[in-house]
Every structure is written in structure tokens, then in C-alpha cells.
């Protein structure tokens, strides 16, 4: 059974760089076909695509954010993280990773973790 | 980007009773990659429905998704104590990305 799992810093300053990782466990980050996602979720709203990545180190972004984030791959670990500059309170959010084909909804979700942005 | 306006925004509800969830796009969704998700409180979303009116693996078949183009139907035919939470709509046919999801509509028990 696939299992994904967000880990990192739950506090976070403003102006700092937020920085989550996703480990997946029960299959292979480099299948091919699978692409590795981040969405977000701010406390009582909506879900937000952040981005994604293929194994191969491929990457699309949500054009919103874009200027502030890169994603990135480690096979060798199977994990993918997520890295958000120059954060403010509006980053405040249940970070989740998941995974999905290409123009595929995401199958796979990790639990989510809670970043608070704040001094 | 394609903007997804669910309606309505709280379905007060009984058990037993037959649940219609809207969400419409504000261009033609390709090729009908439209999703649905379910969200109860501390969880993350479990996909429900994949090309409009594919259940996923594990999902009962009252539920069911239709619709194409701008129009998506998300009917829960008789609800279960278990199917109150918030349902999401989710588009992924743009190409490239970004996928947009749905503000989300709260079922609730009345």
C-alpha cells in the first residue's frame, strides 16, 4: 500500500523559507508515469495546487506562486520536497503531498502538516 | 486559468435523503477531467470520482458524478451518516497545468 508522508518545520518566520519533504514509502518515486505533488490548505478555506514534479525532475508550478517555489526530487531517498521563499501569514496552511498520472486527479494523499507562519 | 464555482456553498440534509452537488467551470473542461473529492474534518481528501462519472477504487455506488463541458453533478443517492463532510470539485485537463479545485461545498446534517 502506498504511503506518503510530509515532514518538517511546523513554525515558520516571515521572510524565511518554508521547506517540507515527502516521503513515499510502499512503491517507487521513480515509476514511471507518476507525477508528485504539493497542495495546500489554509485553516477553514480551500484546496490549492502548489505544484508538481516527475521523477525525472520535471516540474510545473501554479503560475500564483511560481516566483517563490521550487520543488525537487531525491530517488535515492524516495522523497520530494517543496521549498517556499519569502513567506508570509497568507502561507499559513496544512501543507499535503499526493500522487497522480499525468492530467490525472491525485490518488494518493499524505496526511497533511500544519506550517504556521508567524514571528 | 480555469475557475471552478461550486453551489451551493451548505446542503442542510437528512439521512436517507438524495444529495445534488454542482460545480461549474468558467471554460470547457477537456475531455471531462473533472474529479470529486470528499473531506472530513483533520483528513485529507478522498477522490471519489475521476473523468466526471468514474468511481474510484472502494467507492459505494451511491455516488455518482456527471456531467461535461462547464456543468458537473456530484449525487449522493441516499446519504449515509458517514457522508457528511465537505466535497471538493477538482479540474486537471489544462495543459499544461495549473489544476484548480472547487471553494468547496459543506454537507451538513439537518
Known amino acids: 500500500q502506498l504511503q506518503l508522508q510530509e515532514s518538517g518545520p511546523g513554525l515558520v518566520k516571515p521572510s524565511e523559507t518554508l521547506s517540507l519533504t515527502c516521503t513515499v514509502s510502499g512503491g517507487s518515486i521513480s515509476s514511471s508515469s507518476y507525477y508528485w505533488g504539493w497542495i495546500r490548505q489554509p485553516p477553514g478555506k480551500g484546496l490549492e495546487w502548489i505544484g508538481s514534479i516527475y521523477y525525472s525532475g520535471s516540474t510545473y508550478y501554479n503560475p500564483s506562486l511560481k516566483s517563490r517555489v521550487t520543488i525537487s526530487v531525491d530517488t535515492s531517498k524516495n522523497q520530494f520536497s517543496l521549498k517556499l521563499s519569502s513567506v508570509t501569514a497568507a502561507d499559513t496552511a496544512v501543507y499535503y503531498c499526493?500522487?497522480?498520472?499525468?492530467?490525472?486527479?491525485?490518488?494518493?494523499w499524505g496526511q497533511g502538516t500544519l506550517v504556521t507562519v508567524s514571528s | 486559468e480555469i475557475v471552478l464555482t461550486q453551489s451551493p456553498g451548505t446542503l442542510s440534509l437528512s439521512p436517507g435523503e438524495r444529495a445534488t452537488l454542482s460545480c461549474r467551470a468558467s471554460?470547457?473542461?477537456?475531455?471531462?477531467?473533472l474529479a470529486w473529492y470528499q473531506q472530513k474534518p483533520g483528513q485529507a481528501p478522498r477522490l471519489l470520482i475521476y473523468g466526471a462519472s468514474s468511481r474510484a477504487t472502494g467507492i459505494p455506488d451511491r455516488f455518482s458524478g456527471s456531467g461535461s463541458g462547464t456543468d458537473f453533478t456530484l449525487t449522493i443517492s441516499r446519504l449515509e451518516p458517514e457522508d457528511f463532510a465537505v466535497y471538493y470539485c477538482?479540474?486537471?485537463?489544462?495543459?499544461?497545468?495549473?489544476?484548480?479545485f472547487g471553494q468547496g461545498t459543506k454537507l451538513e446534517i439537518k
Open positions: 471554460q470547457s473542461v477537456s475531455s471531462s477531467y
Open positions: 499526493a500522487r497522480h498520472f499525468w492530467r490525472s486527479p491525485f490518488d494518493y
Open positions: 477538482q479540474q486537471y485537463g489544462s495543459s499544461p497545468p495549473p489544476y484548480t
